[in-house]
């Protein structure tokens, strides 16, 4: 990936580069704990006047998808030491509440002024000000808390009650304008973008920082009528700190501006240089794509069925039916099918369609009960399922037996396997099933009311075909083994994993 490639670049060179001026100095690229070649972020959380337990995960989730941050979240950093710290390259602050120890405030300007990041999101500028936000935390305990002085210094500006005091009108969509359209934070992002926030007015502010955005406080949003900052930058000693007053909750957080400027800020004071795109979109799947196609009809399921297949990398379609999803060519339109109906045929144009998207090189998954399809079919389930649950009223037709406890093992070492381990959950099992004598079994479970294997690739040689017998209701469908295993599955037979 070109963001991660480009970041990599960047330490290598800081590493080789003497520093002059604030340039990067990032420290080892290589350290065991952490993925080589990023920035290793830390993100101080777990005190909060906001939903710190959604916002949080979210922060982490906008700098993970960029590939370049490796991420770790402390949510009880009052006892954090410098050494603790000295991992890291930057520091995020989604916090809000009581001060912390003397040992870990030094710690933290010390962290700074050597030459590290900071990040302050939103509820952090009203963080060590002294302000009775926490107020019944101050009512239970008579503790009034003064303000940490350093902490106002380095983050450039907080909340005061100094007359006009510090506040917010009502949240509201906005636009935010660019001040300073040539920082590496906010260079090619043009003139600003839409904020649904809070909106911050008069902050008190520091001389030291360095607005480099501000949005217009309306009246009408019980505002002041004036421009207001919204972000800048502080030069702390020899770091870098970056200040949003945005990020209330998700809906905020969520505005492409945000998320652009939050991964970009981050990148700024980690390392002094931006490589990140303009655009960091967080719903698009990961590139290059496996493009699925998800077929059901002729059973009932739970609709928890559907996380199966949100994971990145993943695009796919849903068809409630056989005959929907094979009435035309699909060879150019995806990657790899996932059958999850209960069809007992299939008209002549369709087994043409099927077989020709098969025959083309694409994959296949077949989940439970689809083992029983096209019983009729003996190229089907002979040579490319390998295995087939036997329907009828006859004594050699399989059966199903629900609700069993099931401990599933790895059978042999495969991509599709590879790191799972064990899983152990609820689920429905099939007996007296046949299954080829070629295929390769990779989970198995040891039940008298199942045949052992559970999960085998199938010997046909024209593409990648993986049987799953698991899966009948949310009990597997929500258990994150399961989840796993369909999603490499899915990944392996869309030749994406090897």
């Known amino acids: 990936m070109r963001m991660k490639a480009n970041l990599t670049r960047l330490l290598l060179a800081a590493l080789l580069t003497p520093v002059l ?10 350290d065991e704990f952490f993925e080589e070649g990023t920035v290793r972020v830390l993100i101080l959380s777990g005190r909060n006047n906001h939903d710190w337990r959604r916002t949080t995960p979210f ?6 998808k960029t590939e370049v941050f490796d991420v770790r979240v402390s949510e009880e950093p009052s006892e954090l030491t410098s050494e603790a710290l000295s991992p890291y390259h930057l520091l995020v602050l989604d916090y809000m509440g009581p001060r912390w ?16 990041g900071m990040v302050v999101v939103h509820g952090a500028s009203y963080a060590f000000s002294g302000l009775d936000v926490l107020a019944d935390n101050h009512r239970r305990t008579g ?20 007359n006009p005091a510090t506040a917010h009108g009502d949240r509201h969509s906005f636009k935010v304008k660019f001040v300073d359209r040539y920082h590496p934070i906010t260079n090619g992002l043009g003139e600003g973008f839409i904020a649904t926030d809070e909106l911050y007015h008069d902050l008190s502010m520091e001389r030291a920082a360095h607005v480099l955005a501000t949005a217009y406080s309306a009246p009408e949003t019980r505002g ?34 945000f998320v652009s400027t939050f991964a970009r800020g981050c990148e700024w004071a980690a390392t002094g240089a931006v490589t990140l795109p303009v655009s960091i979109p967080l719903n698009e799947a990961a590139e290059p794509a496996v493009r699925v196609l998800v077929v059901t009809g002729g059973h009932s399921y739970e609709t928890e069925f559907y996380s199966l297949f949100c994971a990145n990398g993943l695009k796919w379609d849903h068809s409630a039916s056989n005959l929907e999803a094979f009435k035309s060519d699909i ?117 008298k009311k199942s045949d052992g294997p559970v999960a085998w690739v199938s010997p046909y040689k024209k593409s990648r075909v993986v049987s799953i017998q698991l899966g009948h209701d949310r009990n597997a469908f929500l258990n994150p083994g399961f989840h796993a295993l369909v999603e490499r599955a899915i990944l392996w037979v869309g030749k994406k994993l090897e």
Not at 59 to 64: D, E, F, K, S, T
Not at 228 to 247: A, K, Q
Request: charged letters at 25%.
């Open 101 to 116: 120890s003397a040992v870990t405030e030094k710690a933290v300007e010390g962290f700074v002024s050597s030459g590290k």
């Open 59 to 64: 922060l982490r989730g906008i700098l993970q």
């Open 143 to 162: 503790i009034v808390e003064t303000p940490w002085v350093e902490y106002r210094k380095m983050i450039g500006g907080v909340w005061s009650e100094e």
């Open 224 to 257: 002041t009528g004036e421009e207001e900052p919204i972000l800048w930058t502080v030069s702390y000693g020899s770091g870098r700190v970056f200040h949003t007053t945005l990020g209330h909750d998700l809906v905020a957080m969520a505005e492409p501006g």
């Open 21 to 30: 001026g604030g340039a990067v100095s990032l420290g080892r690229v290589t």
């Open 331 to 447: 060879r150019g339109e995806y990657d790899v099918l996932v059958l999850y109906d209960l069809s007992e045929d299939l008209d002549e144009q369709g087994r043409q369609n099927l077989r020709a998207f098969l025959e083309s090189g694409k994959g296949l998954v077949v989940m439970h009960h689809a083992l029983a399809d096209y019983n009729s079919w003996e190229w089907w389930w002979r040579d490319v399922v390998g295995g087939r649950y036997v329907l009828g009223e006859t004594t050699d037709a399989s059966s199903a037996h629900h609700g069993l406890e099931l401990f599933i093992e790895t059978a042999v070492e495969h991509p599709i396997t590879r790191g799972l381990g064990a899983m152990h959950f609820w689920d429905e099992t099939y007996k007296n099933m046949w299954i080829s004598p070629e295929v390769t079994v990779i989970l198995r479970v040891e039940e």
